[in-house]
């Protein structure tokens, strides 16, 4: 047995097996059938057993040649998808981006695939962290020193947009509003919900994230020019999801930010209660280094979101 495998026999092993001809696979790998004919020989001295049934009206494999046959093309495939990576390993960009569970989940996973079929050649690296939300914007939270100490490219923040150090771009306002399952409003011992004080027959779903803008129902009333009602139960949450799942499970009336609803709205999972919506103070930002805010990668994320924003009538806000 030969120290070193005979690649290019092997080669037009595979090859000829494919193409039952050593003229054919001469063709193929633009070299004579004499000189693919010497290859198979000398493999088969090499490893001491024959390949092939020579016949006349082509070739047939032997068992040995047989048992071998499949790996091998496995083997010569992975080879040429290694090559085409190590080809392209210099064109392909990560882009890391941070951004909150809730609008990783509802907004930005239904819309991503959309974003990978337009850029193939750049990697997402997207992390997820309830930390990434404003808690007091007279602290921020979030600065030039925490990105670059992260190694992050993007941040998709919703909060005040005081981060020092970064470039900072307002890219949706954002809306409250009431939601329910329509189970959970055609159930025979659900009372009606004619009037924002119909509410207070009911069971309300508290978000209690602790973030700064995060939707209250007693802002929500005020809004609405309403007193604020008892309800009959309350059930609260320490995150957005969980209360948007317990509304979609059809456990009571949720208040949220309407563009983290929009899927289950359009898919019927949810419904407006009401047609009042109150503004929140906060926004969805896209936050960058300013160093970094003309990165290719990072231009085609923005622009992207941007298309996705207009196409979806979100309302985007103007650029700032």
Known sequence: MATHLPLNALNAFVVAARMGSFSKAAEELHVT???VSQQIRQLEDVLEVALFHRLNRGLALTEAGQAGLADLQSGFSSIQKAVRRMQTADSRKELNIWTSPSF??????VRMHRFVAAHPTIDLRISGSASLIDSDST???LSAEILQSNNIDLAIRFG????PGCNVEKILDVDAIPLCSPNYLRAASTPPLKKPS??????LLHDESPYEGRPKWSDWFRSQGEKEVEAAHNIYFNSVLLALSAAVAGQGVVLTLEQLA????KDGSLIPVFEGRSEVEHAYHLVTLSSA?????IKAFRDWMW???NAADDHPADDC
């Open 33 to 35: 059938p004499a000189a």
């Open 198 to 203: 119909d509410l207070a027959l009911h069971t």
């Open 160 to 163: 005040s947009g005081n981060y």
């Open 139 to 141: 602290a921020p939270s």
């Open 293 to 297: 805010k003309d990165n290719p990668e």
């Open 307 to 309: 298309s996705e924003l």
């Open 262 to 265: 929009d899927e289950d709205i």
């Open 104 to 109: 990783a989940s509802k907004w930005l996973m």
